[in-house]
């Protein structure tokens, strides 16, 4: 008996082991390209070649701001779009635990009752009226049933499938903590770009009001002049209505100004109220220089590269996980408990005592056409993550080299800009004494100070662009998050 037995249990594993191999020589191979991670040694136009990097330094000595700092830190603790990324990291970290739980064996506890009365003239109910349950007791009808006891299953990974799914599952939870990074980043640099336009927008106002005052002055002048017959109402008309038009940009500086404030406000999570800031010194800040290391730091500073790197390591393991399912699946099933038709006797042993274990493979044969459809799009997927994940280092180092030449084309601007305003400011002291001694008209004072108007403007402008080049490089290389 015990060498048929054997004999039986060989032939079982024998007959297993070739289907197996049947299997497997049948499932399909889809060979996917490897990324493409290369970058050049070194950016053009850059400062230096060495590795020094501004992406490692902290954003509060990178801004170096007290009032900036405080909005940031704000921001990192009320920004609704950053607690909702929060609360999908932990989503994703719970995905983790669960996914964990399917590779290991699932145990309950059930409990059953139930009544059945069957046919007389029945297998059974034959049986059962032909039957003592002991010695002179014949079975009840109806019958019932009483069952209490732990099941068990669990799936035995030998391809793998479920231990892949786990670690999928992973690389899916560290996506999203660097996509939370990525967020990180990209708020502390809107909130520095709309606190820069803040203090421009007050220096704007601050140029305008002092233009006022010298249109004004020469308003007065010029009806003195009229009263004098020096000078015509054309004149008088023209510089009014160049006063007018200040008045009116004034008020559409003032409206910037609220916006502006109000979109720091919501970016930090609360209601429109005034924003501390001191924009006294705006043109005078000096702009720091940017140190940018080199290209293959990207690959690690920037948490959109780090994101889509993990997010192509999910990819492939849910590539294995789709083609493990061409393979058999193994399952052990078991069960232990007390059953009897009457309570009493459920904690009589052994009589009451039931037991089963049963052992499945089950693998796919017939119309397989779903498990490669899902195995195609995964490897389709994986692809897709390829290029995606190429084109997103790709698109980092494009950002450093055009921030790279929008710097040091601005730095230019910015010097010319600074000497065109020099010497329209001088040329609104000449005009204006020239014209008090009538040896210049009005539209030339008009105009002297329009161009100097506009000049100082633009002074402004360059001057919070260079300032939004600097946080758009910090951010480009990846600073901000750490």
């Given at each position: 008996m015990n060498k048929h037995i054997k004999s039986n249990i060989y032939k079982i594993g024998t007959?297993?082991?070739?289907?197996?191999?049947l299997f497997y020589s049948c499932v399909p191979v889809k060979n996917i390209r490897e990324e493409n991670t290369s970058l050049p040694e070194s950016y053009q136009n850059a400062v230096s070649t060495?590795?020094?990097?501004?992406?490692?330094?902290?954003?509060?000595?990178?801004?170096?701001?007290?009032?900036?700092?405080?909005?940031?830190?704000?921001?990192?603790?009320?920004?609704?779009?950053?607690?909702?990324?929060?609360?999908?990291?932990?989503?994703?970290?719970?995905?983790?635990?669960?996914?964990?739980?399917?590779?290991?064996?699932?145990?309950?506890?059930?409990?059953?009752?139930?009544?059945?009365?069957?046919?007389?003239?029945?297998?059974?109910?034959?049986?059962?009226?032909?039957?003592?349950?002991?010695?002179?007791?014949?079975?009840?009808?109806?019958?019932?049933?009483?069952?209490?006891?732990?099941?068990?299953?669990?799936e035995i990974d030998v391809w793998k499938k479920l231990r892949n799914s786990k670690k999928a599952a992973v690389m899916e939870y560290l996506s999203t903590v660097e996509g939370k990074n990525f967020m990180v980043t990209n708020l502390i640099s809107e909130i520095a770009d709309s606190y820069y336009e803040l203090q421009a927008l007050d220096n704007k106002l601050i140029i305008i009001e002092q233009n006022?005052?010298?249109?004004?002055?020469?308003?007065?002048?010029?009806?003195?002049?009229?009263?004098?017959?020096?000078?015509?109402?054309?004149?008088?008309?023209?510089?009014?209505?160049?006063?007018?038009?200040?008045?009116?940009?004034?008020?559409?500086?003032?409206?910037?100004?609220?916006?502006?404030?109000?979109?720091?406000?919501?970016?930090?999570?609360?209601?429109?109220?005034?924003?501390?800031?001191?924009?006294?010194?705006?043109?005078?800040?000096?702009?720091?220089?940017?140190?940018?290391?080199?290209?293959?730091?990207?690959?690690?500073?920037?948490?959109?590269?780090?994101?889509?790197?993990?997010?192509?390591?999910?990819?492939?393991?849910?590539?294995?996980?789709?083609?493990?399912?061409?393979?058999?699946?193994?399952?052990?099933?078991?069960?232990?408990?007390?059953?009897?038709?009457n309570t009493k006797y459920l904690t009589s042993t052994p009589e009451s005592l039931m037991y089963s274990v049963v052992g499945d493979m089950v693998a796919p044969l017939i119309n397989r056409n779903a498990i490669k459809a899902e195995y195609n799009t995964a490897n389709d997927r994986q692809l897709q993550v390829v290029f995606e994940y190429e084109k997103t280092i790709l698109q980092a180092y494009v950002d450093v080299a055009n921030e790279l030449s929008n710097i040091s084309n601005l730095k230019n601007s910015y010097n010319l800009k600074a000497q065109q305003v020099d010497a329209l400011t001088r040329s609104i002291d000449i005009t204006n004494k020239l014209f008090k001694s009538a040896r210049a008209d009005y539209m030339e004072v008009l105009l002297t100070q329009r161009d100097a108007l506009e000049s100082k403007m633009e002074l402004v402008e360059t001057k919070k662009d260079q300032l939004l080049a600097r946080v758009s490089m910090y951010r480009h290389l990846g600073g901000g998050w750490k």
């Open positions: 007959i297993t082991a070739i289907a197996t191999l060495d590795t020094l990097n501004s992406a490692n330094i902290d954003w509060k000595s990178f801004f170096n701001d007290a009032h900036l700092d405080s909005l940031i830190n704000i921001a990192l603790a009320n920004n609704q779009e950053l607690n909702i990324a929060l609360q999908q990291v932990a989503i994703a970290k719970n995905e983790i635990k669960a996914r964990k739980g399917e590779y290991l064996p699932f145990v309950g506890l059930q409990a059953a009752g139930e009544v059945e009365k069957v046919g007389r003239y029945t297998s059974q109910g034959a049986n059962d009226a032909n039957t003592d349950i002991k010695p002179g007791e014949e079975f009840p009808e109806p019958l019932p049933n009483y069952n209490i006891g732990l099941s068990a299953s669990w006022l005052e010298l249109q004004n002055s020469g308003l007065k002048t010029i009806k003195l002049q009229k009263q004098a017959a020096r000078a015509t109402e054309l004149g008088v008309q023209r510089l009014e209505a160049e006063v007018f038009k200040n008045k009116s940009e004034l008020f559409s500086v003032k409206q910037e100004i609220v916006e502006t404030e109000n979109k720091i406000n919501f970016l930090i999570g609360r209601t429109p109220q005034k924003i501390a800031r001191d924009s006294n010194g705006f043109i005078e800040q000096k702009i720091d220089t940017i140190f940018t290391g080199i290209p293959s730091q990207l690959l690690l500073n920037r948490p959109d590269i780090r994101q889509a790197e993990y997010e192509l390591a999910a990819a492939k393991l849910n590539t294995k996980v789709a083609r493990a399912n061409f393979y058999p699946a193994f399952t052990i099933r078991a069960g232990i408990g007390f059953e009897a038709f």
